[in-house]
């Protein structure tokens, strides 16, 4: 069971070495903390035609809903970088991560925590949702 910040960003670390990032040669691993101490991680989703690629944070909320656990996510971990090891700089959710972050929010009831961090290094981030991506549009706004 993965809790804490540093066990969560290792997760979604070692979900960036499964990345299919032949294009950017940038690597990325999201790992969401769900309800009860579970974990799903996903690894970003290159394609030729770049415009189907997939993030890493929508691979994993993807995996986290084919389990039916969409709405029991708890915070998430996201670290990237460089395949080279060109930098260590925190990476954070894209903005269109953010609006399907937003969704698995509001269907839990919760504000998701989102810890941020490179691919190495000790640096770290930890954001509210709601900080990240104020004033979202979500499930309650159709209401």
């Not at 804490?4 to 070495?17: D, F, H, K, Q, S």
């Not at 990345?19 to 790992?31: I, K």
């Not at 990237?80 to 839990?108: D, F, H, M, Y």
């Amino acid at each position: 069971m993965a809790s804490a910040p540093a066990e969560l960003v290792a997760a979604a670390r070692a979900a960036a070495a499964h990345a299919h990032a032949p294009y950017s040669r940038f690597a990325v691993g999201a790992a969401l903390l769900l309800d009860g101490g579970a974990v799903v991680s996903g690894a970003n989703l290159e394609n030729a035609s770049y415009g189907l690629s997939l993030c890493a944070e929508t691979a994993a909320l993807a995996a986290a809903n084919s389990a039916g656990r969409l709405a029991d996510v708890v915070a998430i971990a996201v670290a990237g970088g460089s395949i080279e090891g060109k930098s260590n700089a925190i990476v954070r959710p894209c903005g269109r991560c953010r609006q399907l972050l937003t969704e698995a929010a509001q269907l839990g009831g919760r504000d998701i925590v989102v810890h941020c961090a490179g691919l190495t290094g000790d640096a770290l981030e930890t954001h509210q949702l709601s900080a990240l991506l104020p004033l979202a549009f979500g499930p309650a706004d159709l209401a």
